[in-house]
T-cell receptor
Framework: GENVEQHPSTLSVQEGDSAVIKCTYS??????FPWYKQELGKRPQLIID?????GEKKDQRIAVTLNKTAKHFSLHITETQPEDSAVYFC??????????FGKGTLLTVNP | DAGVIQSPRHEVTEMGQEVTLRCKPI?????LFWYRQTMMRGLELLIY????????DSGMPEDRFSAKMPNASFSTLKIQPSEPRDSAVYFC????????????FGPGTRLTVT
């Protein structure tokens, strides 16, 4: 089945700096790559997603890039704010139509 | 819409007892997913349904776990008998088009088995 690796597991940045989280996947047939944000004690919520026919997608301060050849995708957050502090999960939908999540990145934005 | 509804929000039970978790998906969503979240294993898909039919239960850890979806607005996840290693947060999620679009998660049920 699909294997999704996510790095780093923790990331600490100063307010205003950028944050980058990287993921790799194993199933070359995977075609949908969402990113979820989970605040402490809350449910995961989708923040952005990208499909395999697109290389980059941006929504205000967040962007996602996809490299199908290398089988990796990344989340970029610019001008970070304290409210961006949360756990971020990457995920991939593989050829068996199941969504597999990475282990998560705890992002801390220091004021 | 109220979103995905789960009950109970917290459950504390003793080892060996039966536990039933409940989920009401968003109206009109054809797919329902059950996930388990732990620090060690992260978010794991246990089972998912399409139009009330179980499609893939390969993530269900053992025969002690079972899930049903008797109608489009209700699903249950049952653990019998429960064990301390079942302690986790269990999320239900629903979506319009399976795993190729946004899944909407419920608030989760925090299960503690002592």
């Amino acid at each position: 089945g699909e294997n999704v690796e996510q790095h780093p597991s923790t990331l600490s940045v100063q307010e205003g700096d950028s944050a980058v989280i990287k993921c790799t996947y194993s199933d070359s047939a995977s075609n949908y790559f969402p990113w979820y944000k989970q605040e402490l004690g809350k449910r995961p919520q989708l923040i952005i997603d990208i499909r395999s026919n697109v290389g980059e997608k941006k929504d205000q301060r967040i962007a996602v890039t996809l490299n199908k050849t290398a089988k990796h995708f990344s989340l970029h957050i610019t001008e970070t704010q304290p409210e961006d502090s949360a756990v971020y999960f990457c995920a991939a939908t593989s050829s068996n139509y199941k969504l597999t999540f990475g282990k998560g990145t705890l992002l801390t934005v220091n004021p | 819409d109220a979103g995905v509804i789960q009950s109970p929000r917290h459950e504390v039970t003793e080892m060996g007892q039966e536990v039933t978790l409940r989920c009401k998906p968003i109206s009109g969503h054809d797919y329902l997913f059950w996930y388990r979240q732990t620090m060690m294993r992260g978010l794991e898909l246990l089972i998912y349904f399409n139009n009330n039919v179980p499609i893939d239960d390969s993530g269900m850890p053992e025969d002690r776990f079972s899930a049903k979806m008797p109608n489009a607005s209700f699903s249950t996840l049952k653990i019998q008998p429960s064990e301390p290693r079942d302690s986790a947060v269990y999320f239900c999620a629903s979506s319009l088009t399976g795993s190729l679009n946004e899944q909407y998660f419920g608030p989760g049920t925090r299960l503690t088995v002592t």
